[in-house]
Nanobody, 124 residues
Framework: QVQLVESGGGLVQAGDSLRLSCAAS????????VAWFRQGPGKERTFVAT????????YHIGSVRGRFTISRDNAKNTVYLQMNSLKPEDTAAYYC?????????????????WGQGTQVTVSS
């Protein structure tokens, strides 16, 4: 039973911080690349950040680079997204996803395992 469960979202003010978590179960977590995507109301799902299987390589989209940091703890089967200096335009449902045998994958179609999402709302 493959499962990804996101948590940590909420309502915050601009400039605040949040840490999202994604708990994995039912598969060999350390063998998968993981990523965070987000989807605002009425918008398409877009890539945010990704991290390699061992955590040694990361990539963040330009709009969040320097503010967000993806990380993972394979011993806990958990991926994190530390979100600092939040802006209203960061408001979205955030999803974690996992993929095997991919390199710096940024397209949602490349990921077959998805969580249910956690809502992040940033007020001005």
């Amino acid at each position: 039973q493959v499962q990804l469960v996101e948590s940590g979202g909420g309502l915050v003010q601009a400039g605040d911080s949040l840490r999202l978590s994604c708990a994995a179960s039912g598969f060999t977590f350390a063998a998968y690349r993981v990523a965070w995507f987000r989807q605002g109301p009425g918008k398409e799902r877009t890539f945010v950040a990704t991290i390699s299987q061992g955590g040694g390589s990361t990539y963040h989209i330009g709009s969040v680079r320097g503010r967000f940091t993806i990380s993972r703890d394979n011993a806990k089967n958990t991926v994190y997204l530390q979100m600092n200096s939040l802006k209203p335009e960061d408001t979205a449902a955030y999803y974690c996803a996992a993929a095997k045998d991919v390199f710096r994958a940024t397209g949602s179609q490349q990921y077959s395992c998805w969580g249910q999402g956690t809502q992040v709302t940033v007020s001005s």
